[in-house]
């Protein structure tokens, strides 16, 4: 899952359990107040009572209320789908076993990989079925330099996963002298499309 995904992903969470918080407040409030001591807490009870029984379906509050619980229940799909796992489909040891991984567990690797060679400051991963992306912060190596070193370091890394085909490695620099981008492209794409990104 990138960055943007998340970002929506959250925002889109924290809004639908605002408004389910707030309407159940709002809810137990109108009841309560109206059964235990017959104060009006919103709607006056009886006429909110009424109200429900005589609206036909077609009148245009019950509508928007339609409306608002379409919205509401796809925003609820969109935060499932969202939220499914998506893994990359490794190579299976034997016949009849099926090995995968997280996108977002190979971006970890990278990351901590990447920050861990000398001079990078501070790296951030990207990874689907067939591409591994990392962008580091490196102010003060040479550019062309430290996407060399990082680029071996970060192959080796990815070559200790068994992958079905190796994604193609793209590092990219970013430095006081400059930026650089290596790409080592494998001998062809891996099938699948799960993403995921790793930030620090």
Known sequence: MSTSQRILLRATSALVGLVLVAALVLGVGQI????????????????????????????????LVGIAALIIGVLLLLVAVLTRPRLIGLRAPK?????????????????????????????????????????????????????????????HALKQIPWSQLPSLQVEISSDRGSSVVTAQPPARTDGAAQSSERR
Do not use: C, K, M
């Not at 009849?96 to 060679?117: D, H, M, N």
């Not at 990078?120 to 067939?130: H, K, L, T």
């Not at 912060?137 to 990082?150: M, T, W």
């Open 32 to 63: 309560v107040a109206g059964l235990v001591s017959g104060d009006n807490f919103i709607v006056p009870t009886s006429q909110w009572y009424d109200a429900l029984r005589t609206t036909a379906w077609d009148d245009p509050d019950v509508l």
């Open 95 to 155: 016949d009849g076993v099926e090995v995968r991984i997280a996108p977002r567990t190979v971006a970890q690797i990278l990351r901590r990989q990447a920050e861990a060679v000398p001079g990078i400051a501070s790296a951030s991963a990207e990874v689907n079925a067939g591409t591994a992306r990392i962008t580091a912060d490196a102010p003060l190596a040479h550019p062309d330099y430290i996407s060399r070193e990082l680029e071996r370091t970060l192959s």
